[in-house]
């Protein structure tokens, strides 16, 4: 598994990244996950608003760059554009706020988490929910984009429609398009469609997810098929999963090491 990809600006992306998508942690539990993760070697962190945990890793980010374990330029952190903040006007504040709460002057990465928006400030239940009009939200990220607050802009959860109805209008195409991608969901029309046009396909919960297709049963993990395999090449389950990806993975969950995902290629 190469240790980064190219984006389509050039930049590159780790391969593996730290997801902080953690659900009812303990506060200051991802502050130190993700200290430890980049002390361990990471280089990638994925965070978002909806996972109310930003300042958290601000404060991580700030410890590491003041204790000199790493510099900015060293790491490619990953943030996403939530459903409250999808019209034009709102987008701007929308990073404004994490680069605050990250206290960071620039991301890699800016995603609008999912081609889903709601009233601002609303939970996003159906009686919040408005219509989406991604090509007037793409039309703010990319003047996100031209501002420098953003070194890439991108999606997530954007189905071929929607990435082809994108692209049919976008004056700065996607950097990347997040998604749910594993054993059980391969996404292989959407992940050839990413790659004919130059969009990186980033994959979350590369080692399945209950509920997701093809999730149903015992875990991958459990699989004898991928044990089988992984005991015939000294390497783990998880190893096995994901190191025949030609995508990004970010492994939810914040107790990962970097050695699951780069001890050796298969």
């Not at 590491?64 to 709102?90: C, H, M, Y």
């Not at 990220?141 to 994108?166: H, P, Q, T």
């Not at 969009?199 to 979350?204: C, M």
Request: proline content about 7%; aromatic content about 8%; hydrophobic content about 40%.
């Amino acid at each position: 598994m190469a240790e980064s990809f190219v984006l389509n600006t050039g930049a590159r992306i780790p391969s593996v990244g730290l997801g902080t998508a953690t659900g009812k942690a303990e506060p200051g539990v991802v502050r130190e996950a993700v200290y430890a993760a980049v002390k361990a070697g990471y280089r990638h962190i994925d965070c978002a608003p909806a996972y109310r945990n930003e300042k958290e890793i601000g404060l991580a980010l700030k410890k590491l760059f003041d204790e000199g374990v790493v510099k900015r330029e060293d790491l490619f952190i990953t943030s996403k554009l939530w459903s409250g903040n999808q019209a034009p006007e709102d987008v701007p504040e929308g990073i404004d706020t994490t680069l605050q709460d990250l206290q960071l002057d620039y991301l890699d990465l800016f995603l609008i988490h999912a081609p889903l928006r709601s009233k601002k400030g609303a939970i996003p239940t159906p009686e919040n929910f408005l219509p989406v009009d991604i090509p007037a939200t793409w039309g703010a990220m990319e003047k996100v984009y031209a501002s420098g607050k953003a070194r890439a802009i991108g999606v997530s959860n954007f189905s071929c429609k929607r990435m082809e109805d994108l692209l049919a209008i976008a004056s700065v195409p996607p950097a990347v398009n997040q998604v749910e991608c594993h054993p059980g969901w391969q996404q292989m029309k959407l992940r050839e469609l990413c790659q004919s046009k130059g969009v990186h396909l980033s994959a979350y919960s590369p080692l399945g997810k209950h509920g997701s297709p093809g999730s149903t049963g015992p875990s991958f993990l459990s699989n004898p098929i991928v044990i089988s395999v992984a005991e015939k090449l000294n390497k783990t389950p998880a190893q096995v999963k994901v190191l025949r990806a030609e995508f990004v993975v970010h492994p939810q969950g914040i107790f990962k090491t970097v050695e699951d995902f780069w001890d050796g290629e298969i």
